[in-house]
Every structure is written in C-alpha cells, then in structure tokens.
C-alpha cells in the first residue's frame, strides 16, 4: 500500500488569516490553556482526567545544598 500526502485537504491560507484564526481559536486565559494540556496528557497517557496518577516520589531523590564560603 502506497501513502500519499493528499494536498488538497488543508489550506495554508495568509498571515493574516492565520493570525485571525490563532486569535479566535486560542483558549483566552492560562487556567483555559493548562486545562488543554491537563485533557492532552490525560488523553496520550490513558489516564483519567478527574483522576491523574499520583507522581512516583521513589524515582526522585533530593539533597540539601551545602554551602561553601571561601
């Protein structure tokens, strides 16, 4: 089976028509754009979005920062 890109299905349209398009389709404030990327990782990692997974705290290890005058 042979794949071909199929050029007639998106239209790159100008800058200005792109910016328009980007102004009224962006999500508006940061809470709307973390809420887009909370529903993106949920949906790539198969979790469930009013239920994340807890993070692995034993993958992490943290150590205090020593100081050194001199």
Known sequence: MEFRLDRTAHHAGTHAENAQYHANHQPATMAERLRA???????????????PPRLDRTAFATRQHIQRNG
């Open 37 to 51: 990327a909370a529903y993106l990782n949920s949906v790539a990692y198969g979790y469930d979005l009013d239920n």
